[in-house]
């Protein structure tokens, strides 16, 4: 044998290894025992429910497969989201199949080591406690988040049993400025409802209303239903706070006013109004009343504060008297500083004067947040605790180790407590501190119902049964009560809390549609996921001393030296709920675009000052306690502020979320910057009783450089016409059109054009109603099993997600415009990236898809290369899904593996099984009924899909609309994409409310 | 390999996860897998070379019938009986995925029939300790392969085309090969659709 020959058989050996290895082992083929009636192995089931992953209460649809969760959807038929999810709800899968979940109760010893024993041990043990805590009339306390329904009241109940009352209704962000102004003002203390749709100017102090205030899911989509051109208008709407937020990049105009001075901000516009007599029906006797409350608000004196001058104070405040109806919202920094009170006060004043009570700001119907704690309760329970008052603590999904200012002392106080009992799904910060720890069931697997607004009732039901072997809380407090048996404690009789929750909704059925059988109206309210009134309408009038009370103390802050460090809950991570979510971790944060960290947003000449440069690691020291961060240059923050949004920085809170974790992954270097409420100042503030989100802070340099991890490139478009916009000027019919593209060329072609016989699937992207949510990206990984691949990964440039949301930045450097742009693959008919495949394994299909098969792929990546957008993404491992995320697959998209290149098919799985039911239908295919994931959860229905060889679908229309564009046209690459370009009102045209558009054509305009 | 427990049909869907760290360096990475192959290449050459004549067929079939925890036989209950394949398969005609009768779905006829044979005592041992069959899987696809029952059913096309002549095998094989070139010439035979994502995902 030569060596030639030897070479030969070695390759023939290596190949035939391969093919002895491929066949499989024996797999299993397991029937069921007694078939179950809901479930047709292969074809989904759907289950309607309510997301929990914020307090908003967001309807949800689960769609399970053979008894497993793998998505999550937007309930149409729920009046709060109607169908959308963002994209903390779109990760709730990733709570339930958390790795990180506990899966036994546990006992800490002597030792202060947590020691897994069974159910019965561990209710027998805490039975005995209750037992012995009754006897001696000892006080429980209850610590919950934002809860509402059968479950909230079964707690009241079982703490009266105990003898105790004493129950805190638990979040972060609990609004407390809202409703003390609003109790002074109107005598409602309560979150009313923000009429967006209807308004034509929206004014927003620090409200951060499409990231996470209150309902962003809803607000989202009245916001763009405000901004479309129908009827030839298009609603305007200028931020004004210190940082330029996700709503603010939204904004027509970013008003930068320092912290705290937003409320003397209103109260100048309210005294221009005043003054000039333009305000809407105020009586005569309230005028002079507001007129001598506002006086002393000059617009020298705001300007002075907050460097925004008197012209353009009077202009803003003209221009929000002649919005009919206009809309003033405070939130944010507004919200959670010094004089929140007085500024939500001078807020709803404004709303008062150009008569939007009752028009945009409604008193019906009222937001169940108002039944949160505030900080201030919490406050005081530490003191309790600290006293000795409390004697058993029982906590469930809450945090506040994690989210209370380390100077509260929450901590220490959890040491004065005898008995500290956590039922949650993970260990975190608090929970870590408990004596027993019982594993309780995640909402997906649940029982239970929501009241998010008064005469929402919405209905939760287990989408599966349980991954561990956790309990549902509801039945894990029957059977203490009952365990712990006393005279009173025998007054629970229910079974279950499904008898709990089903007699409450027995009550329910009683006042709402008593003529129907109870049966019947709960199968209905089950497969709608709730029942859904309508609520009356209530009268409310200004009270002019409490008026007087808020107004009491209202002036600028007054500047410190140092620098103002601004908290703000982050739109992957809310208030630190999110981060044990891979997806989360993975998804880039719209504004900076980074993954995976947390950071200190500082303007750049602050930067240049203080001798700081992007990635240095500062140590950040507030009166209270310091903490390290990495820097973020950004012109996103005014000067002399700083900002870092919460919800890193954990402790104990699971693989993900805390890199000293054992099995911590994604994170590369074992760092990650501390957490940001620990900086907090603790007093709550003065007129709410809310939590302060804003202290001075110094920074100092560490001298430490911190690897961020961007999917950033470049901020700036370089001339390419990736994200266009056009002025409502320009849309007007016979006015030129302008194109910021290369002249594109004739169409030239080496191939002979396709074919597509029966369809070409296209989409159409509004970005003038792109909020750059991100909700699209995690509907994408969830759909199509798109692993997550860690920060070291991410900064090499190797992130899997097929849609990204690009951010790029216009205009002057010290005050960019923003603008968002969904990036996915473009599905170009004459696509670079087919020619060069020398397997075929990419090509054109006859639908207009550009289709990826994945077993022919051999991984030269030319395709990758060749692809103008950039939306190829190549799979260098396999990646793993630790058990059980794996369980969340979707069976109907391949779970690829290294060498592989993968993009976007358009959920070529969701096309296919749409023809698939309009043939069994014998019928074609309804325009609309075939979404792809992205498009399917965007809050803002920016994103259409359909068939372009349909010229009726909505699809085909908008890519004949005057604001069409392709990306990257002039290569010819023919996209199946069009996006529609965004309204920028020109410099004078944001002060004009005026769009009279196209006329006739505006119904293209639609969206 | 972590095959999915609830998975009750044995798609693959429910996922395979892999151990190989995503987060290892690229450079030891590729030394691994270059000694990996070294020790398959020479240590291993005269097994390999064995696997490759006894793949090739020489040796024995290519179409193995393993035993099944039941000895049951489709010759008897398709052949002899002719009861039809979409009685206990029902879900064929409803979904991509035909799956197996539950053990209700054969206690069914067999509390009374036969419940004497031994193989038919092994089912009702089955179902007295509420245990489902652990049968073993014959016929599959690939993970990139979507296969739907339902419109195979639906465009009348008869099982044995597929499944082989179940009705005469009283354990079965797989006597057709379920390659894409088969799949592909039924599909121009019979004007069905070729694009690659009709059967890929």
Known sequence: MNRRDFFKLLGFGGAATLTGCSSQAPEGLIPYLVPVEEIIPGQATWYATICRECPAGCGMLVKTLEGRAVKVEGNPDHPVNRGRLCGRGQAALQGLYNPDRIRQPLLKDASGQFKPLSWHDAEGWLAVRLKELRAHRQEIVWLTPHLTGALDQLIDRWLRAFGSQRRLRYEPF??????????????????????????????SFGSDFLDTWISPVMYSREFAAMRTCEAGHMGRFIFIGPRRSLTAANADRWVSVSPGSEGIMAAGMVRVIIAEGIDRGVPKGEIERIKDLVD??????????????????????????????????????????????????????????????????????????????????????????????????FLSEVNPVFSLPRSAGFEQALDKVPLVVSCGSFMDETTAKATLVLPTHTPLESWGDDESWEGLYGLMQPAMEPVFGT???????????????????????????????????????????PETEFETFWSEALQRGGVFQETHPRRISLNLGGLAKAFQGLQALARPDNLTLL????????????ANRPWLQELPDPLTQLTWDSWLEIHPEDAQRLAISEGDLLKVQSPYDEIELPAHLSAGVRRGTVAAPVGQGHTAYGRYADPHNPNAVGFGEKRRGGNPFALLPFEPEAGSGGLLLSTPVTLTNTGVKYPLASVSGSARQHDRGIAQAISPAQLRPGEPKPNTQHPTPEARQMYPPHEHPVHRWGMAIDLNACTGCSACVVA????????VVGKEQVAMGREMSWIRIERFEEGPADRPGTRFIPMLCQHCDNAPCEPVCPVYATLHNSEGLNIQVYNRCVGTRYCSNNCPYKVRRFNWF???????????????????????????????????AGKAKAKDEGRPIRDGEIEPACAQTCPTNAIVFGDLKDPTSAVSRLSHNPRRYRVLEHLNTQPAITYLKKIIPANGEVSSLEFRGTGSTHNELNT | MVHNTIDMCGRK????????????????????????????????????????????????????????????????????YQISCLYCHTNARRSPVAGVPSVQRCMGCHTITAADRPEVRKLKGYW?????????????????????????????????????????????????????????????DRQASIDCVTCHK
Request: with cysteine; aromatic share 8%; proline share 6%.
């Open chain 2, 13 to 80: 869907g429910g996922g395979v996860c892999r151990t190989a760290s995503p987060f290892a360096q690229p450079d030891r990475h590729t030394a691994r897998l270059v000694s990996t192959f070294r020790i398959i290449a020479i240590i291993l050459l005269p097994l390999v070379i064995f696997i490759t004549i006894a793949e090739s067929g020489v040796f024995r079939s290519r179409n193995e019938a393993p035993g099944q925890p039941i000895d049951f036989s489709h010759k008897i209950h398709a052949g002899n």
């Open chain 1, 296 to 393: 002393r608000y000059t617009p020298h004196l705001i300007s002075q504060t907050t460097g925004v001058t008197p012209a353009d104070l009077e202009g803003l405040a003209r221009l929000f008297a002649k919005a009919d109806p206009g809309l003033a919202l405070s939130g944010g920094a507004a919200e959670s500083g010094r004089y929140a009170t007085a500024t939500v006060a001078a807020v709803n004043l404004l709303n008062y004067v150009t008569g939007n009570i009752g028009r945009t700001v409604r008193f019906s119907p009222l937001s169940s947040l108002n039944r949160l704690s505030s900080h201030r309760d919490l406050v005081a329970l530490i003191q309790a605790m600290n006293d000795g008052e409390i004697s058993a603590l």
């Open chain 1, 471 to 513: 309990k549902p809380l509801g039945d894990l407090m029957l059977s203490l009560a009952k365990r712990s048996s006393n005279s009173r404690a025998a007054a629970f009789t229910e079974e279950s809390f499904y008898e709990v929750l089903r007699n409450r909704w027995r009550k329910l059925h009683q006042r709402v549609r």
């Open chain 2, 128 to 188: 007295d300790r509420q245990e489902p069959i652990p049968w073993i899987k014959i016929f599959g696809q690939p993970d990139f392969v979507a296969f739907s029952h339902v419109a195979h059913v639906r465009a009348h096309v008869a099982c044995e085309e597929c499944h082989g002549p179940v009705e005469t095998m009283d354990r079965v094989h797989k006597a057709v090969d379920l390659t894409m070139d088969r799949c592909l010439g039924c599909h121009r």
């Open chain 1, 567 to 578: 908290l703000y809950p982050s739109i992957n991570h809310f208030d630190g709920r999110g």
């Open chain 1, 878 to 912: 396999t990646y793993p899904w630790p058990e059980p995320l794996h369980l969340q697959l979707n069976p109907d998209v391949t779970v690829r593996e290294s060498g592989v290149m993968e993009k976007c098919t358009f959920c070529v799985q969701r096309i296919t």
């Open chain 1, 174 to 203: 609990a609004y407390e400025a809202i409703k003390a102004a609003n109790k002074l003002l109107f005598g409602l203390e309560a979150i009313p409802t923000y009429d967006l749709q209807s308004s034509q100017l929206i004014f």
């Open chain 1, 780 to 787: 994408c990984y969830a759909e199509n099993n798109i692993p």
